[in-house]
């Protein structure tokens, strides 16, 4: 596989990720209000969540795997980038733990949101930081 290709494809399947998560998030959160479209952002939320979780794992592998193997310029897991890509799967990961719990449990419907909240806010602060790794 030529090398370009090996250095872009992480960056494009982290962009598609990123707007998966966000796209879920404001998706749960459409959700919360009440209106008579609610049931069928929760349903919509539910179905598209589980594909962005896979797509951020897979994202974040292909970066350590980029880095591993394509950029001699870079240390292994030592970027800002790669931290707060570890932060963003650990709570996409909560998330998932506690929508398994929100109707059962009040405190995971009380905080599901939050955390999914924060991991779509770090997961769009990976962009910018992924850009300034880009241009290295």
């Known amino acids: 596989m030529p090398h370009f290709v090996v250095i872009y494809a992480h960056p494009a399947l982290g ?24 049931g069928e952002y929760r349903a919509q939320h539910r179905a598209l969540t589980p594909w962005a979780y896979v797509l951020v794992l897979v994202s974040w ?5 980029t880095v591993r193997f394509a950029r001699e310029d870079m240390e292994l897991a030592a970027s800002g980038h790669f931290q707060a ?3 963003v799967v650990t709570l996409l990961t909560a998330a998932a733990l506690l929508s398994r719990w929100i109707g059962v449990d009040d405190r995971a419907r009380r905080v599901h949101p939050w955390v999914g909240a924060a991991a779509a806010l770090l997961a ?13």
């Open 15 to 38: 962009l598609v990720a990123v707007a998966l998560v966000v796209r879920a998030a404001f998706l749960g959160l459409r959700s919360r209000q009440r209106d008579r479209h609610a």
């Open 61 to 65: 592998l292909g970066g350590l795997a």
């Open 85 to 87: 890509g570890s932060a």
């Open 124 to 136: 769009a602060v990976q962009v910018f930081l992924g850009l300034q790794l880009v241009s290295r």
